[in-house]
């Protein structure tokens, strides 16, 4: 296996990791506030309230980033292990591509969080 199917492998599956574990704690609501794992807009970050609505409503589109960064990794061993030379062309349109999906779908999953966060009744 040359060493982008395996850059790949490895980057697709600590990325999955990540996003699946910011998921679960943002539909769980135990994601700390400001948190690395977390969505970083100002509107987000106004309050305890606002992280935890937007991280609710931003859990099934980092959900799906998680997927498609697992099925990256998959493709990416496959590509290394059974595609001989034509895996290493294949790998590269996988990294490529999936990077530019899981930075889209964050990106959507950030203003599905700031939009939820505008959605909130005012506090009384």
């Not at 960064?69 to 490529?96: E, K, N, P, R």
């Amino acid at each position: 296996m040359s060493a982008l199917p395996l850059i790949g492998v490895v980057g697709f599956a600590v990325l999955s990791v990540v996003l699946a574990v910011a998921a679960v704690r943002g539909r769980a609501g135990t994601l700390p506030k400001g948190s690395v794992l977390g969505l970083h807009n100002r509107e987000v970050e106004a309050s305890e309230r606002a992280w935890r609505a937007a991280h609710r409503a931003a859990w099934p589109i980092l959900a799906a980033a998680a997927a498609v960064a697992a099925f990256h990794a998959a493709g990416c061993l496959i590509a290394g292990l059974g595609m001989g030379a034509d895996g290493a062309s294949f790998s590269q349109a996988l990294v490529f591509s999936g990077l530019i999906v899981i930075m889209a779908l964050w990106f959507v999953a950030s203003a599905a969080g700031v939009n939820a966060v505008k959605r909130l009744p005012p506090e009384s």
